[in-house]
Antibody, heavy 120, light 107 residues
Framework: EVQLVESGGVVVQPGGSLRLSCAPSGFTFDDYTMHWVRQAPGKGLEWVSLISWDGSSPYYADSVKGRFTISRDKSKNSLYLQMNSLRTEDTAFYYC?????????????WGQGTLVTVSS | EIVMTQSPATLSVSPGERATLSCRASQSVSSNLAWYQQKPGQAPRLLIYGASTRATGFPARFSGRGSGTEFTLTISSLQSEDFAVYYCLQYNTWPFTFGGGTKVEIK
C-alpha cells in the first residue's frame, strides 16, 4: 500500500524558514518523480514543485521560485521542501504527492498534508 | 500559464441523478487532464487521468471525456459518497494548473 507521510508544518513568522519532509512507503521511491502541492485553508489546489526520479530536474511555480527548494535523499528515502523568506500567502496545507505510473506529471497518491501557518 | 476554468462552481444534485462537470483549458492540453475528488478534511484522490482512464477504486459510474480544451466528468447516478469537491488538473504544460473546483452538493 502506497503511503506518504508529511511532517514539519508549524507556525512561523513572515520572513522565516521551514523544512517540510515526506516519508514514502509502499513503492520504489527512487523510480518516481515527486511533487509538492499546496492548498490554502478553504481554497483550491496549487502545484508548487516537482523533482525528477534522479533529482536532476527540479521545477517550481513562479510564486515560490527563488524561495523554495525541493530535494530528495535516496539514502533516507525522503522528500523535502526547504521554504525560505516565507510570506503570509504561503499559509496552506502542503501535500507530498507521487508522480503517476504512466506519466510523471499527474499525481496518483497524496499524503494527508501538513499545515504551514505564516503569521506574526 | 494555462488557465483551467471549471463550471459550475456548485452543482446541486439529488441522489440517483446524473451530474456533469465541465473543465475548460485556455489552450490545448491534449489528453493530459486529470480529475481529483476531495472530501472535507481529506487529501485529494486521483479519479481520472489521461482525460478518460478511471483510477483504481472508483466505480464505472464515473467517466471522463474530452481532449484539447474541453473536458467533462460525468457521474451517472450520484451516490451519497460522491458528494465532494472535484478538481481538474492539466499536466501537459509546466506549470501544471488546477481548475477552481466544482462542489457537488445534495439537493
Amino acid at each position: 500500500e502506497v503511503q506518504l507521510v508529511e511532517s514539519g508544518g508549524v507556525v512561523v513568522q513572515p520572513g522565516g524558514s521551514l523544512r517540510l519532509s515526506c516519508a514514502p512507503s509502499g513503492f520504489t521511491f527512487d523510480d518516481y518523480t515527486m511533487h509538492w502541492v499546496r492548498q490554502a485553508p478553504g481554497k483550491g489546489l496549487e502545484w508548487v514543485s516537482l523533482i525528477s526520479w534522479d533529482g536532476s530536474s527540479p521545477y517550481y511555480a513562479d510564486s515560490v521560485k527563488g524561495r523554495f527548494t525541493i530535494s530528495r535523499d535516496k539514502s533516507k528515502n525522503s522528500l523535502y521542501l526547504q521554504m525560505n523568506s516565507l510570506r503570509t500567502e504561503d499559509t496552506a496545507f502542503y501535500y507530498c504527492a507521487k508522480g503517476g505510473s504512466t506519466d510523471p506529471y499527474y499525481f496518483d497518491f497524496w499524503g494527508q498534508g501538513t499545515l504551514v501557518t505564516v503569521s506574526s | 500559464e494555462i488557465v483551467m476554468t471549471q463550471s459550475p462552481a456548485t452543482l446541486s444534485v439529488s441522489p440517483g441523478e446524473r451530474a456533469t462537470l465541465s473543465c475548460r483549458a485556455s489552450q490545448s492540453v491534449s489528453s493530459n487532464l486529470a480529475w481529483y475528488q476531495q472530501k472535507p478534511g481529506q487529501a485529494p484522490r486521483l479519479l481520472i487521468y489521461g482525460a478518460s482512464t478511471r483510477a483504481t477504486g472508483f466505480p464505472a459510474r464515473f467517466s471522463g471525456r474530452g481532449s484539447g480544451t474541453e473536458f467533462t466528468l460525468t457521474i451517472s447516478s450520484l451516490q451519497s459518497e460522491d458528494f465532494a469537491v472535484y478538481y481538474c488538473l492539466q499536466y501537459n504544460t509546466w506549470p501544471f494548473t488546477f481548475g477552481g473546483g466544482t462542489k457537488v452538493e445534495i439537493k
